[in-house]
């Protein structure tokens, strides 16, 4: 199966969706529920795995669904096809505050390892697997970045990263310490190891982890300001706790509504 070329315009600011404009009998491969909008023209197909062809039958492509299982995402993709006449569009959007990066693989080598979840979108042919760190140190220690996902092709893909995403080439011998959920994606040839901190009481009282990730050039990397695991630990940690309640006004307004509301909720015994 040949790449599709396709055509696309990225929208909106913090909250951000791409448009796919597809010609007649091209095709987009969505990640499950990033679907925003479809013109009419467009077919829908659930599919095993990328809905790449795999060699072996039904067990090939169990094998395909299987490496994404891994990764923590869905077992299906699904398959956006244009069988109308004209030109069609479709919509994906992303599922957190941040950015979304156009990725040609024909500029990478073909391939690009990006975070478990940063995989959006992508034109018909692009494969999606998974990546095993080499290193051991990485598999004990790396946390979110041991098993990444693998874009091979030569067609365009999206991916989705949260808060400012920054680039950046890394010269040959060029090292670039980041935190392990900080690293959206990176070209194949970049050297990724994990790196203690190396101070007892900065790993236990710094805040940021006992381990960095290690980049090394030469090769490009795609960092990222907001991981959406910081993001839902500071949500959690503001959250109400243990069926209490939690106000960012005045003490007495705070000690008021809740007392009001667990009298009413919780009833009273008198």
């Not at 091209?26 to 990033?34: D, F, K, L, P, Y």
């Not at 098993?147 to 090292?175: N, S």
């Not at 960092?223 to 910081?230: H, T």
């Not at 209490?244 to 003490?251: L, V």
Request: proline share 4%; charged share 20%.
């Amino acid at each position: 199966m040949g790449m599709d070329v396709v055509d696309y315009e990225i929208k909106g600011s913090e909250m951000q969706f791409v448009e796919v404009e597809l010609d007649p009998g091209e095709a987009a491969v969505g990640e499950a529920g990033s679907l925003m909008y479809m013109e009419s023209g467009i077919g829908m197909d659930t599919v095993f795995g990328d809905g790449a062809p795999q060699t072996g039958g039904f067990f090939g492509k169990l094998l395909g669904a299987g490496k994404r299982l891994i990764t923590g995402e869905s077992l299906f993709t699904t398959v956006y096809t244009n069988n109308g006449a004209g030109k069609q569009k479709v919509a994906f959007a992303a599922p957190y505050p941040g950015k979304i990066i156009p990725m040609e693989l024909s500029k990478m080598g073909g391939m690009l390892i990006c975070q478990k979840d940063a995989f959006l979108c992508a034109a018909r042919g692009v494969s999606l697997g998974i990546y095993f760190q080499q290193k051991l140190s990485v598999g004990f220690f790396g946390g979110e970045g041991f098993i990444m996902q693998k874009l091979e092709g030569d067609g365009l893909a999206f991916v989705h990263a949260g808060g400012t995403v920054m680039r950046r080439d890394l010269k040959p011998g060029e090292t670039l310490l980041v935190d392990t959920g900080c690293v959206v994606a990176f070209s194949p040839n970049v050297n990724f190891e994990i790196q203690y901190v190396g101070k007892i009481k900065t790993a236990l009282f710094g805040g940021e982890g006992l381990f960095f990730a290690k980049l090394t050039g030469p090769g490009t990397v795609w960092l990222q300001s907001l991981p959406f695991s910081r993001l839902a630990s500071r949500v959690f940690a503001a959250a109400p706790q243990m069926g209490g309640s939690r106000e960012e006004g005045s003490m007495l307004g705070g000690f008021a509504t809740g007392g009001l509301i667990g009298s009413v909720l919780g009833g009273d015994d008198d």
